[in-house]
């Protein structure tokens, strides 16, 4: 019979008024992973904050019980729950050995036992059957194999829940199958896994059972395979608003007859193996660039938005051609570019919604078009967000949830009418309806006639609105 790994008995908490949970109950028992599912604010992401020891305040801490024993203080949540995230592996110069052996002794013992340490690590890895050299370093590791390792630290400094927020970057289906294997293998005695992701994938090939928070409450507690379609899936996430919550799609449509109009062009690209190439972009297409790599995405899309120009690299903006470019020549020509879609890092944090949206100058809009989109100010806010419009009109935008900064975002680039928008990551942020909206956003530009440029990890949710899908390898 399996132990109980984790229990939770009718556990409220109210950290703000949207922001809460109520009457939550839950049992996970040993060899599970379980994929937590909500929206924005319901529910899911505040609870694993209290797992993890991330809010200080009392939230009645006798509710949760780990292995059996009541959790009484943070400092036992600290103990018995592992968080594995990408920035884990920040500090890539240990070895497997020193990265897994700080768990349980400082840089003076690791300094004077460092070949008995290696020695302990690789009888640990070896007495779970796994296959690692603990020499290596960790920025030598596969991104599989990080994420290999850093399961082995929690299992060895005595974790009993380890919650995954990380959205495996580098890491196509196939190696996420196989973490799934290895990962399982690893909990199967006294552990238990929580993926909290907004990613279908990831929590479609990691997870084996679900719960579904909605409004703060769990709303449904089952098997993976329970869950027949997306749209099975969304009643339970949106309740009874599913499909309230859909944009218009009025102006979605793609316009007849686009011409293959090359709005803008890259050239002499510099590939991973060595090689360049030209990349031409047509006017209404919308065109994704996967990258594993995460260093190569991230040079990729600097240098397709022209935020760094990189030596031998040409750009073709309105019929001319430049081997020098700057900023200021990309907003002359409408090339715009989102790196952080639905951060605050995007819109201006002590601005209204309206003053987000609308910020009018000589080469972005004019006057005209500033009075003209005056009335979709708070359509756009109470859309995209389940708040009262004369709530919204006092709210500043640090104040605004992550749907409705995506929802800012990408509207204001719809009022400047760029001829090529280039987006990094667009769903990284986004629960489901969130990728709803996005999605419906990028229709909308192609069917205006914008040039839109995805570059991302993986092909999920880019299926359906690319025209072209580039592997870059």
Aim: hydrophobic share 40%; net charge negative.
């Amino acid at each position: 019979m399996k132990k109980e790994i984790l229990r939770i008995n009718n556990l409220n908490y109210h950290y703000s008024l949207m922001n809460k949970l109520e009457n939550i109950s839950l049992c996970i028992l040993e060899g599970e992973c379980v994929g937590f599912l909500g929206l924005t604010y319901s529910g899911k992401d505040l609870l694993v904050q209290l797992l993890d020891g991330a809010l200080e305040e009392d939230m009645g801490r006798s509710c949760i019980c780990i292995g059996g024993q009541t959790v009484t203080e943070g400092k036992m949540l600290q103990e018995k729950v592992y968080h594995i995230a990408a920035d884990n592996y920040v500090i890539d110069d240990w070895t497997v050995a020193e990265y897994i052996g700080l768990v349980d002794c400082g840089w003076l013992r690791m300094l004077l036992y460092e070949k008995l340490l290696e020695t302990e690590v690789r009888q640990y890895f070896q007495d779970l059957n796994l296959d690692v050299d603990v020499t290596r370093k960790m920025r030598e590791l596969t991104e599989l194999e990080k994420r290999v390792v850093d399961l082995v630290k929690a299992h060895r400094k005595g974790a009993r829940v380890v919650i995954i927020e990380d959205e495996f970057e580098g890491m196509d289906a196939t190696a996420l199958e196989e973490f799934a294997r290895t990962m399982k293998h690893i909990i199967r005695d006294g552990m238990a896994v929580i993926v909290n992701s907004y990613s279908n994938l990831i929590l479609s090939l990691l997870s084996d059972k679900y719960v579904i928070f909605n409004k703060g409450r769990i709303v449904k507690k089952c098997s993976k395979s329970y869950i027949r379609s997306g749209g099975h899936l969304e009643r339970f996430l949106m309740g009874s608003e599913a499909g309230i919550h859909r944009r218009n799609q009025e102006g979605f449509l793609p316009e007849n007859g686009h011409d293959r109009e090359i709005v803008y062009q890259v050239r002499k690209v510099r590939l991973p193996d060595g090689q360049r190439k030209d990349f031409a972009f047509a006017r209404g297409d919308v065109i994704t660039f996967l990258v594993l790599d995460r260093k190569e995405k991230e040079r990729l899309f600097m240098t397709l938005a022209g935020r760094e120009t990189a030596e031998g690299i040409e750009y073709v903006l309105n019929g001319r051609q430049y081997q020098h470019v700057s900023c200021d020549l990309f907003i002359r020509e409408k090339v715009v570019s989102v790196r952080h879609l639905g951060n605050r890092e995007e819109i201006f944090a002590h601005m209204s919604v309206g003053e987000n949206l609308l910020l009018p100058s000589l080469c972005k809009i004019s006057s005209m078009e500033y009075i003209a989109s005056s009335h979709r100010m708070p359509r756009i806010a109470v859309e995209n967000m389940e708040m009262e419009e004369e709530l919204l009109q006092s709210m500043e935008a640090e104040e605004m949830g992550i749907n409705v900064l995506i929802g800012i975002t990408l509207e204001r680039w719809s009022i400047y009418n760029p001829r090529v928008l280039v987006l990094f990551e667009p769903f990284a942020l986004c629960d489901i309806k969130g990728t709803q909206i996005v999605k419906d956003y990028i229709k909308k530009f192609a069917a205006r006639g914008i040039s839109v440029i995805i570059v991302k990890t993986r092909e999920e949710y880019v299926e359906d609105i690319s025209d072209q899908i580039i592997r870059i390898d």
